[in-house]
C-alpha cells in the first residue's frame, strides 16, 4: 500500500469514527427520544378520547338516563315559585326533544290533571286517588305510618294497575321512588316513574323501544359535539361499517373489527371505540397536530449535523491527505483530541439519561399504582374480617345468656346493650316462642316495627324446628317470605343448619346482614331466639369511616377516600372532582389506573370495585409532583454528571496517563474499603512493579483484618445481648473491649430451679492471646454448668471455681492469670451467694443506705495458686432485699483515668455511680456508660465490663 493510500485510508477512518459514527449515534438517540415523546403524546391523546367514551358510558342505561332528566325536571319544578306553569313550559319541550316516547300525567296540589301536560285524557279521579296514595307513602324508607299508606294502595291496586301497567307490582311502590320501573301491559313494554310532593305530581310511562340506546347515544353525542364546536375531539355513532364512506373513519373502524383493539390510528387521526350497548358502538376521534410530531426538529438536526460533518471532513482531509499544517500548539491538539474522545461517550451517556429519566417516570408511576392497588385490595378484604369479628363476639355472648329469671334477663340485657353500643349500627331483638318482640336495644324507633314483626314471626318457626316440635303454619309462609326477600329458595330448616352465621337478605331496597342464635333454659329447651341485624350499606360506610384514616397514615403521602358524589366531565372548563375514575370504576371490572386534574394540579388515581363490600367504590390518589421533582434532580444530575465527565476527560487527560490512574483508582477504593471495615475486598492482582508490590501486601494486610473483625464478631456473640427478667430479679450487662479483641467475659442466666447466675472476669493482657483464654474459660464455665444441670447436680459457685481452676492449672494455661467473680441469687430465699478469685468487689447499693463494696471474700486469681489452695476457697452470702442493686464490673472501669490523668479508683467510683443507679439495669447501664466516657480521658486502655443486677420484689413463695 502506498503512503497516499495509507494516507486517505486513514482519513476515511477517521472521519467514520470521530465525525460520521457519533452524528448517526445522536440522531439515532434523538430520533428514539422524539419517538418516546411522541408515543406519550399519542398515549396521553388515547386516554382523553377514553375519558371522554367512559365519561359517555355512564350513561348507557336507557332508564337511568331518562329517570335523571325527569328528575332533573321535577326537581326545578319544585324550586319554581310556579310549579305548574314551569312544567306546562318543560314537558313539551322534553316530548320535542324526544318525539313518541313519553306518555305524560301531571296534577297540581289539589289533584286535578294539568290539562296542557297530560297526553289522552286519563281518568281523573283514579289518578287523583294515586297522587294522595303516593304522598302518603314514607320518604326515605321510614315506615311511620306505613299500613296506612299500604291499605290505601291496596285497597285500589287494581284500578291502579289498570293505570300503570298489568306486570306492576305493589311492592315497588311501597316507598317513594325516584327511578323508572317495568309495568308493561300486554304487548307493550313500558317503564313507570312517580314523582309527587304536596305542590305537583308528575306519572310518565317510557315506551321500551329497542332504539332507546341509539337514542340516547345521539342525545349525548349531540350535546357533547354542541359544546366543544372549537374543540380538535370529536364523537359519533357506528352502526354500519358498509354505510361508511372511505376514508380514516373506515380505516380505523374495520381495523377495530379485525384487532379488537379500541385505539386506532388512521391518516394523523387517532380514534378510540366503546360498544356504548349491544347495538351501538361509538367513537371519539382527535387530529394531530404537525408541531406535535417533531418534524421541524428532525429536519433541524439533520441539516446541522450534515454541516458539521462536512467542515470537519474537509479540515480532517487538508491535515491528513494533503498534510497541511495548521499553527496549532500540542495542547491546543490534545484538548482537541480529548473533546472527540470524551464526546461520544458523554453523547451516549446524554441519550440514555434521557431515556433512563422517562423510564423513570412510567416506574414511579407504576410504583404508586401497584402500591396503591395493593393497599386498596388488602382494605377491602379487611371488611369479612370485621364481620367475623362482630360474629364470634356475638356467639359468644348468646351462648352466655340466661332468661330464667328476672335477675338474669337484667343481666343479659345489660350485655346486649353493651354489645349495641360498641357496634353502633347494630339493631338487636330477642323474640320468645309466640313471636313477641320482649326486648329490642331501640324499642322506641317506629321504623323497625316492621321488622320487629317479621322476626317475630320467623322465629316461631325457628324455636319449633330446634325444639323437635310440630311446625305452626305461620313456618311456611315465612319460608316463602324468607325466600322472597333472600332472593334465593332458603326455608327455615337451611337457616337453621347455620345458625350462628351471618347471611344476606334484601329488605325492601335496602340490603341486610342477619345473626340468628337461639337461647335455652336448664332443661336444653329453645324458649328465645336472638337476632342481630347490620344494615350492609350503614357497615360498609362505618367500616371505611373508621379504618380508611388508619389506612391513609400508614401510607402518607398516598390519600384514600370512597364514591365521590360528584362528577366532572373529561373535557372543556375547569375540572373539579374526581367523579370521571368514579364513572370509569364503576364500568370497569379491574382495576383503574388514570389522572386528573383539580385546581391545575395533577394526580395519579387508582380505583378498585371491591370484591366484599359490593356497595362501594374505592380510591386512591396523590399529586404527581414528586415525580416532577424527582425526574428535575435526576435530569440536574444527569446533566452535572455530563459536564463533570466532559471537564474531566479534557483536564485531567492531558496530564495523567491512564496506566497511573487505574492502580491509584483502585487503592482508593481499598481504603474506601478499609475505612467501612469491608475486609473481605481484594485488589486485583497488577503488573510486575512497585503497584503489583502494593496490592499483594494490601491484600496480605486485608486478610488478617479481615480474621480479626470475624473473631470480634464470635467473641460479641458469646456473651449475652438482651436484658434478663425474671420475677424477682432484672439483669443486664455488656463489654467493651480495647482493641479488636478483649479478654473480659461475663454471662448471666435463669438457671432451671429459678435462681440466677452471673459469671464476670478478666484474663491478663489484650489482644488474641486474651481473647483466646477468655473463650476458654467461659467454654469451661459453660460445660461445666450444662454438665451439672444434665446430671441433675444443684448449682454451686465454688464447685464451678475448684473445676475451672482444675482443668485451666493442669492442662491448658499454667502461667495464665484469670480473675473471676461467680454469683448465684436465689429468689425463694433472697440469698446471693458469692465466690472470687482475685476479681474486683461489687459495689452494694442497698435501697435507704450508703453503697458497700462487698469484700468479705477474696482470693488469688486463677493461675496464681496450686492445686491445694482451691480448698481456701470460700462462700459468702448475702441478703438481697428490694429495690437493691448489684454493679459488678472489670478492672478497666476503676483504672480509668480521668481528665487530671487521675485513676477513677474505688471510692471515687461507686460514690460517682449512685444517682446513677436505676430500677432498669439497661437505663442504668447507660447513665453508667455515658459518666465514664464524658469524664474519662481517651484512648480505653484497658477493657470495660459492667454487669447490673435489681432486685425489684421477693418471691410469693419466700
Known sequence: ????????????????????????????????????????????????????????????????????????????????????????????????????????????????????????????????????????????????????????????????????????????????????????????????????????????????????????????????????????????????????????????????????????????????????????????????????????????????????????????????????????????????????????????????????????????????????????????????????????????????????????????????????????????????????IIWSNRPNIQKYDRQRKYLGNLSIGMLAEINKEEPPKVSAVMDEMLGAISGEKISISQLLSNIGEFFETAFGVNKYLYCFHPLFDHSKTATHMLAIIFSKGGLETSFIRTNLPKLEATHY??????????????????????????????????????????????????????????GKLLFAYRKSDYIQKELSRINILLSVLIVLCFSMALFFGNIISQRFLKPVRQFEIAIEALQKREFSYRLPPGDADEFGALALTFNRMFEGLGDLEIAKIVQENLFPKKKIQSECFSIFGASCPANQLGGDFFDYKVLPDGKILIVIGDVAGHGVHAALGMTMTKALLESKTAHDLELGKKIQPIDLLKSLHNILYEKIMVNEMISILIMIADPNCSQAVFVNSGHCFPFFYKAGTAPVMIQNLSSRPLGTWGKREKDKLKEFSLEIQPDDNIVFYTDGLIEARNNNNDFFGFDQTIENLKPLISDDPCDTYQKITKWRLENSKPPQEDDITIVVLHCHKHSETS
Not at 273 to 278: L, M, T, V
Not at 320 to 335: M, W
Not at 410 to 434: T, V, W
Not at 564 to 578: A, I, M, Q, R, V
Open 1 to 436: 500500500m502506498s503512503l497516499l493510500a495509507k494516507r486517505y485510508f486513514s482519513w476515511i477512518l477517521t472521519c467514520i469514527v470521530f465525525f460520521i459514527s457519533p452524528g448517526v449515534l445522536f440522531f439515532w438517540g434523538m430520533e428514539k427520544r422524539w419517538n418516546s415523546l411522541e408515543n406519550q403524546m399519542i398515549n396521553d391523546k388515547f386516554d382523553q378520547l377514553d375519558d371522554i367514551l367512559m365519561a359517555l358510558k355512564r350513561d348507557d342505561v336507557p332508564k337511568t338516563f331518562f329517570s335523571r332528566i325527569i328528575c332533573e325536571i321535577f326537581s326545578q319544578a319544585k324550586k319554581s315559585p310556579d310549579p305548574v306553569l314551569f312544567l306546562e313550559t318543560a314537558i313539551p319541550q322534553l316530548k320535542r326533544n324526544f318525539p313518541g316516547l313519553f306518555t305524560v300525567v301531571a296534577v297540581d296540589g289539589q289533584g286535578n290533571l294539568i290539562r296542557k301536560i297530560c297526553d289522552d285524557h286519563p281518568p281523573r279521579e283514579l289518578w287523583k286517588k294515586w297522587f294522595f296514595a303516593q304522598n302518603s307513602l314514607p320518604d326515605n324508607n321510614s315506615f311511620d305510618e306505613e299500613k296506612k299508606a299500604n291499605n290505601l294502595l291496596e285497597e285500589n291496586w287494581s284500578a291502579f294497575k289498570m293505570l300503570l301497567g298489568e306486570q306492576a307490582l305493589i311492592f315497588d311502590f311501597t316507598f317513594k321512588r325516584t327511578f323508572f320501573i317495568s309495568v308493561s301491559s300486554q304487548e307493550k313494554k313500558r317503564w313507570f316513574i312517580s314523582l309527587c310532593n304536596p305542590k305537583i305530581g308528575l306519572f310518565i310511562h317510557l315506551s321500551q323501544k329497542p332504539d332507546l340506546s341509539l337514542i340516547v347515544a345521539q342525545t349525548l353525542i349531540k350535546k357533547f359535539n354542541r359544546k366543544l364546536i372549537n374543540s380538535y375531539f370529536r364523537v359519533g355513532i357506528i352502526q354500519q361499517s358498509a354505510l361508511l364512506k372511505s376514508g380514516s373513519k373506515k380505516n380505523a373502524y374495520l381495523s377495530f373489527l379485525e384487532t379488537n383493539n379500541p385505539h386506532q390510528i388512521s391518516q394523523r387521526n387517532l380514534f378510540s371505540f366503546i360498544n356504548f350497548s349491544p347495538l351501538v358502538q361509538m367513537y371519539a376521534c382527535v387530529s394531530l397536530k404537525k408541531n406535535e410530531l417533531y418534524l421541524n426538529n428532525r429536519r433541524v438536526l439533520i441539516t446541522f449535523l450534515s454541516l458539521i460533518t462536512l467542515i470537519l471532513t474537509i479540515v480532517s482531509y487538508q491535515m491528513i491527505v494533503l498534510e497541511i499544517t495548521f499553527p496549532i500548539s500540542v495542547k491546543t491538539r490534545l484538548v482537541l483530541l480529548f473533546s472527540f474522545a470524551a464526546g461520544l461517550p458523554v453523547a451516549i451517556l446524554a441519550l440514555s439519561g434521557w431515556d433512563y429519566i422517562h423510564q423513570q417516570k412510567n416506574v414511579l408511576e407504576q410504583d404508586f399504582y401497584r402500591n396503591s392497588e395493593k393497599a386498596l385490595t388488602n382494605f377491602d378484604a379487611g371488611f369479612p374480617k370485621m364481620i367475623g369479628q362482630i360474629q364470634y363476639v356475638f356467639k359468644g355472648i348468646a351462648k352466655e345468656l340466661d332468661l330464667s329469671s328476672e335477675k338474669s334477663q337484667e343481666i343479659a340485657f345489660q350485655k346486649l346493650s353493651s354489645l349495641g353500643n360498641r357496634f353502633s349500627k347494630a339493631d338487636l331483638f330477642i323474640s320468645d316462642r309466640k313471636g313477641k
Open 557 to 614: 403521602p398516598i390519600c384514600f377516600f370512597a364514591n365521590p358524589k360528584t362528577y366532572f366531565e373529561p373535557y372543556g372548563g375547569e375540572t373539579n372532582s374526581l367523579g370521571l375514575m368514579w364513572a370509569k370504576t364503576r364500568i370497569r371490572q379491574n382495576t383503574t389506573f388514570g389522572k386528573s386534574r383539580y385546581k391545575n394540579e395533577e394526580y395519579l388515581v387508582t380505583g378498585i370495585r371491591p370484591k366484599e363490600m359490593a
